[in-house]
């Protein structure tokens, strides 16, 4: 099995990937990882000097080269922005990649960005009173996405991550 888990900044994609991973057995891939490998850039970096176009062409890139390489038992976790380019949802459909959004409370986005925001580049910049109105914006501009192109809408509410990994992994050995 290939699961692809994808969803906004902040929803726990790569804690919730690689410990998904390690009770499923599977190799876990952070693309956002891959990228930093790749470039020798941090995400940072690459938005600073390159700008978000070039950021994606070449995120991109990096997935098609890990597509490519046909990794079967794989938990891949993408960055916020990957499953919006439709060049990347095909290539995740290409290998029948199951698709998992976790879909995480605006609410409580925020007040884990808030937390983040010198990590993430499209947040770094932002002011003070800029930043709820934004971060909301933002969320509101990618969920339709997000939720058309989802095998599965993992819906995390109020409960701790134990809970949430324990609710996805049974969800996945029963179905």
Same mark, same amino acid.
């Given at each position: 099995m290939r ?5 906004f900044m902040? *929803?726990?994609?790569?804690s919730?990937g690689?410990?998904l991973a390690?009770?499923?057995?599977y190799?876990?891939?952070?693309l ?5 490998? $790749? ?9 600073? !000097?390159?700008?978000?176009? *070039? $950021?994606?062409k070449? +995120?991109h890139?990096?997935?098609?080269n890990?597509?490519?390489?046909n ?5 891949? !976790?993408l960055?916020?922005? !990957?499953?919006l380019?439709?060049?990347n949802?095909k290539?995740?459909?290409l290998?029948?990649?199951?698709k998992?959004?976790i ?7 925020? +007040?884990?960005l %808030? ?6 580049p ?5 002011r ?14 990618r969920? !339709?996405i997000? +939720?058309?192109? *989802?095998?599965l809408n993992? %819906?995390?509410?109020? +409960?701790?991550?134990?809970?949430s990994? *324990?609710r996805?992994?049974n969800?996945l050995?029963?179905?």
């Amino acid at each position: 099995m290939r699961i692809a888990l994808y969803g906004f900044m902040g *929803a726990g994609k790569s804690s919730l990937g690689a410990k998904l991973a390690q009770k499923l057995g599977y190799d876990f891939i952070d693309l956002d990882v891959e990228i930093e490998a $790749f470039t020798g850039k941090t995400i940072n970096n690459i938005f600073k !000097s390159e700008g978000e176009i *070039a $950021f994606r062409k070449v +995120e991109h890139l990096v997935l098609k080269n890990f597509i490519k390489q046909n990794h079967d038992n794989v938990v891949l !976790s993408l960055g916020g922005g !990957s499953i919006l380019q439709p060049t990347n949802r095909k290539l995740l459909e290409l290998r029948n990649f199951f698709k998992i959004y976790i879909n995480v409370d605006i609410d409580v986005l925020i +007040e884990r960005l %808030k937390t983040q925001r010198g990590q993430r580049p499209l947040l770094k910049d932002l002011r003070e009173n800029e930043f709820n109105d934004y971060v909301k914006a933002l969320f509101e501009s990618r969920k !339709s996405i997000y +939720e058309k192109h *989802a095998d599965l809408n993992f %819906k995390v509410g109020n +409960e701790n991550f134990e809970t949430s990994l *324990a609710r996805l992994y049974n969800y996945l050995n029963l179905n």
